[in-house]
């Protein structure tokens, strides 16, 4: 496991806090959400953020998901709401392991060029985390295949260009064989999107598919066999959440330090009461507890190992999870009433560490996870 940035990684990191800094306020991030102010998803696929794992023949760089965590750190500290993590850790992953020859090429180059947002429609209402639980079916046809069933808050779903769907080509409701994956049109006759929006204000879905048609040609991956596709997709996307939980404690420790500096109460700055500097130390110390565990999942989410993966993965995210509480609501209640205010960006950096906790599987479940793998 590798505790320093790389050169390449350093300046990754250079390049999107520059950009998120210079042109992603918070003022800027409530535009964007009210639907008033300019996305910078152009500006991200200009500087090469959107494909740094892409192949170089794609256009991308041909990095590791190392890379990609110190841009996702970054994202985090602003608290970024366009599509990164579905688009460029989910789905460009699963179309670089799970298509082939030109519908590979143009996917991976379109995302690149930020022509292209994707999104991976597996959740199911009764799946809790159980990924092998897939109730919706795809019925082979004479011109391809007929999907049927329902998705559970598909993160990116509500804008993105292209679905991933997973559905049930044989065997039962919690089988592991029989999982396939299909790339849907969200336009497409059958597909009814409900669009919802995620505590940290990220965009999400609700999807009914009735009587799809998809060609053989949406196929993505093997049919029967795209379970470990997912679950390798679901464990990216939990090494992602947890580099942008880290960044929103950064965000979050230095908003509160320089509060407690300015804010004054009884004639003196409120942090230079002790009690508040003991809080503010336990605070900093799970901060750096979650960016040594964000290395962890950084160097785990390329392990070819599945049950290796899980075993680092489901640790780092437990102990990010209790680190972010400590972080995200120390902040808050140092803040005291302001704190508690929509209008004011330390309660935005909690939700977003909320959201990541939850994500691809809460503390209880890759606590059991763990376990199982011991």
């Given at each position: 496991?590798?505790?320093?940035?790389?050169?390449?990684?350093?300046?990754?990191?250079?390049?999107?806090?520059?950009?998120?800094?210079?042109?992603?306020?918070?003022?800027?991030?409530?535009?964007?959400?009210?639907?008033?102010?300019?996305?910078?998803?152009?500006?991200?696929?200009?500087?090469?953020?959107?494909?740094?794992?892409?192949?170089?023949?794609?256009?991308?760089?041909?990095?590791?998901?190392?890379?990609?965590?110190?841009?996702?750190?970054?994202?985090?500290?602003?608290?970024?709401?366009?599509?990164?993590?579905?688009?460029?850790?989910?789905?460009?992953?699963?179309?670089?392991?799970?298509?082939?020859?030109?519908?590979?090429?143009?996917?991976?180059?379109?995302?690149?060029?930020?022509?292209?947002?994707?999104?991976?429609?597996?959740?199911?209402?009764?799946?809790?985390?159980?990924?092998?639980?897939?109730?919706?079916?795809?019925?082979?046809?004479?011109?391809?295949?007929?999907?049927?069933?329902?998705?559970?808050?598909?993160?990116?779903?509500?804008?993105?260009?292209?679905?991933?769907?997973?559905?049930?080509?044989?065997?039962?409701?919690?089988?592991?064989?029989?999982?396939?994956?299909?790339?849907?049109?969200?336009?497409?006759?059958?597909?009814?999107?409900?669009?919802?929006?995620?505590?940290?204000?990220?965009?999400?879905?609700?999807?009914?598919?009735?009587?799809?048609?998809?060609?053989?040609?949406?196929?993505?991956?093997?049919l029967d066999g795209a379970l470990p596709l997912i679950e390798r997709a679901y464990d990216r996307g939990a090494a992602a959440v947890c580099c942008e939980a880290v960044g929103a404690m950064v965000a979050a420790n230095e908003t509160t330090v320089e509060?407690?500096?300015?804010?004054?109460?009884?004639?003196?700055?409120?942090?230079?009461?002790?009690?508040?500097?003991?809080?503010?130390?336990?605070?900093?110390?799970?901060?750096?507890?979650?960016?040594?565990?964000?290395?962890?999942?950084?160097?785990?989410?390329?392990?070819?190992?599945?049950?290796?993966?899980?075993?680092?993965?489901?640790?780092?995210?437990?102990?990010?999870?209790?680190?972010?509480?400590?972080?995200?609501?120390?902040?808050?209640?140092?803040?005291?009433?302001?704190?508690?205010?929509?209008?004011?960006?330390?309660?935005?950096?909690?939700?977003?560490?909320?959201?990541?906790?939850?994500?691809?599987?809460?503390?209880?479940?890759?606590?059991?996870?763990?376990?199982?793998?011991?």
């Amino acid at each position: 496991m590798q505790l320093t940035l790389s050169e390449t990684q350093t300046m990754l990191q250079d390049t999107a806090n520059r950009l998120l800094r210079d042109r992603y306020s918070f003022e800027h991030r409530n535009k964007v959400l009210a639907g008033h102010g300019e996305s910078l998803w152009n500006a991200f696929a200009e500087l090469g953020l959107l494909g740094i794992e892409i192949g170089e023949d794609y256009g991308g760089a041909a990095g590791s998901f190392a890379d990609v965590a110190v841009v996702l750190e970054a994202m985090g500290r602003h608290l970024v709401v366009e599509p990164f993590l579905s688009t460029v850790v989910l789905g460009a992953g699963l179309i670089a392991e799970g298509a082939s020859g030109e519908m590979r090429a143009s996917l991976l180059r379109a995302i690149a060029e930020g022509h292209l947002t994707v999104a991976l429609a597996h959740g199911e209402a009764r799946a809790r985390y159980v990924l092998s639980h897939v109730e919706t079916r795809a019925r082979r046809t004479e011109a391809g295949f007929t999907i049927d069933g329902a998705k559970s808050m598909a993160l990116g779903a509500n804008d993105a260009k292209q679905l991933i769907v997973s559905a049930r080509t044989s065997g039962d409701a919690a089988d592991p064989r029989g999982v396939s994956l299909f790339l849907v049109d969200p336009k497409a006759t059958g597909v009814a999107l409900r669009p919802v929006q995620m505590i940290d204000d990220r965009g999400a879905a609700e999807i009914t598919l009735t009587n799809v048609q998809v060609p053989p040609s949406a196929l993505l991956g093997p049919l029967d066999g795209a379970l470990p596709l997912i679950e390798r997709a679901y464990d990216r996307g939990a090494a992602a959440v947890c580099c942008e939980a880290v960044g929103a404690m950064v965000a979050a420790n230095e908003t509160t330090v320089e509060y407690l500096k300015t804010r004054v109460q009884f004639g003196r700055p409120i942090g230079k009461f002790q009690a508040l500097q003991h809080r503010m130390a336990d605070m900093a110390m799970a901060e750096e507890l979650a960016r040594s565990m964000s290395f962890l999942v950084a160097s785990a989410a390329d392990e070819t190992d599945p049950a290796a993966r899980a075993e680092a993965i489901s640790a780092a995210k437990v102990q990010i999870a209790e680190a972010g509480r400590t972080v995200g609501h120390g902040a808050v209640q140092l803040h005291g009433g302001i704190g508690m205010t929509m209008e004011y960006v330390i309660g935005h950096y909690l939700r977003r560490i909320v959201a990541a906790e939850k994500l691809f599987g809460d503390v209880d479940h890759h606590l059991s996870r763990f376990a199982d793998n011991l």
